[in-house]
């Protein structure tokens, strides 16, 4: 398995931006497809996006496309999120995830999961 360290959340007033950043410890941390969740207060752990080993498959939820960009350093063993235009339904607790080489959309590709990082985005 790999650890995962997530980092970057916060409060944010809406619309406004934040880039979570997620540390991977695995010196193969190139060869994992890795991805972001959030679960928001009362609801279950939904997919936000996801990026495979190269960089060249993304996927991202209906719900932050054109607003959130995945993308991954192999050189820094690390995953980012930049989110545009927050707004107060993207508030949560985010995940990061990893495994196997592709960008997986469902919780059941990964097997290894960060503590999560909060995200407040105020109205």
């Known amino acids: 398995q790999v650890q995962l360290v997530e980092s970057g959340g916060g409060l944010v007033q809406a619309g406004g931006s934040l880039r979570l950043s997620c540390a991977a410890s695995?010196?193969?941390?190139?060869?994992?497809?890795m991805a972001w969740f959030r679960q928001a207060p009362g609801k279950g752990r939904e997919f936000v996006a996801s990026i495979s080993w190269s960089g060249g498959t993304l996927y991202y939820a209906d719900s932050v496309k054109g607003r959130f960009t995945i993308s991954r350093d192999n050189a820094k063993n690390a995953v980012y999120l930049q989110m545009n235009n927050l707004k107060p339904e993207d508030t949560a607790v985010y995940y990061c995830?990893?495994?196997?080489?592709?960008?997986?959309?469902?919780?059941?590709?990964?097997?290894?999961w960060g503590q999560g990082t909060q995200v407040t985005v105020s109205s």
């Open positions: 995830a990893a495994g196997g080489t592709y960008a997986s959309p469902l919780q059941k590709g990964y097997d290894s």
């Open positions: 695995a010196r193969t941390f190139g060869s994992f497809g």
